[in-house]
């Protein structure tokens, strides 16, 4: 976030792991959440890591879905910062040349 969108993109990234907290049932279970903490919880990576480490801790449970997942929410991110570092070196390279 802060790649692209500089120190705005730093505060959103800081409402999105607030977010994450609240709506990946890591303080309390997420039915006793509202609605919308209900709606974001399956697609939060937070959510998955919580599920896998009780499932861990427990010893009831297959943690590998969610290590899987957690996996794959890695895997996009580094493609998206690999992109988006590749347009900024490409920006800045446009602009020594023009310099």
Do not use: C, W
């Amino acid at each position: 976030m802060n790649l692209f969108f500089g120190h705005v993109g730093s505060a959103v990234a800081l409402v999105l792991l607030v977010l994450q907290l609240s709506g990946s049932a890591g303080t309390y279970p997420i039915q006793l959440s509202n609605a919308f903490f209900e709606a974001i919880h399956p697609y939060l990576p937070m959510t998955y890591t919580v599920e896998a480490l009780r499932k861990t801790i427990s010893l009831n449970g297959n943690p590998a879905f969610d290590l899987i997942l957690l996996l794959i929410f890695g895997l996009v991110s580094l493609a998206l910062m690999l992109i988006g570092m590749t347009i900024r070196r490409n920006r800045l390279v446009e602009t020594s040349l023009v310099n």
